[in-house]
Nanobody, 120 residues
C-alpha cells in the first residue's frame, strides 16, 4: 500500500513560483511512475506532469516550459516546481503514483491534494 502526502501549496501572485512536494511511503518508490494532476472547480482532473522510472518526463502544452517535475528516490519524494504561474493554474493539485500492489496488480494511488491559488 502506497501513501502519498503533498505539501507546498498556497497563495501566490501571477508570475510567481511555488514548489510542491509529495512524500511517499510503502511500496517500491523507485519502481513507480509518478505524476501530478490538478482539478479546478467544475473541471475534470487533468495531468500536469509525469515522470517515469528512468526520469523521462511528460507535460501538457499548458504547463510546458513553466513546470518541472523531478524525483528523489533516496528521499521517496517527487517535486513539482511551478514558475510563471497564471491565474488559470489555480486548482487543487494531487500527487499520483502508479505502483504495483501484490493483491491488485498495478494501480493508481492518490494524495489528499493541496490547494494552489494564483491571484491576478
Amino acid at each position: 500500500q502506497v501513501q502519498l502526502v503533498e505539501s507546498g501549496g498556497g497563495l501566490v501572485q501571477a508570475g510567481g513560483s511555488l514548489r510542491l512536494s509529495c512524500a511517499a511511503s510503502g511500496g517500491a518508490f523507485s519502481a513507480n511512475i509518478l505524476g501530478w494532476y490538478r482539478q479546478a472547480p467544475g473541471k475534470q482532473r487533468e495531468l500536469v506532469a509525469r515522470i517515469g522510472t528512468g526520469g523521462t518526463t511528460t507535460y501538457p502544452d499548458s504547463v510546458k516550459g513553466r513546470f518541472t517535475i523531478s524525483r528523489d528516490n533516496a528521499k521517496n519524494t517527487v517535486y513539482l516546481q511551478m514558475n510563471s504561474l497564471k491565474p488559470e493554474d489555480t486548482a487543487v493539485y494531487y500527487c499520483n503514483a502508479y505502483a504495483f500492489n501484490t493483491y491488485t496488480g498495478w494501480r493508481d494511488y492518490w494524495g489528499q491534494g493541496t490547494q494552489v491559488t494564483v491571484s491576478s
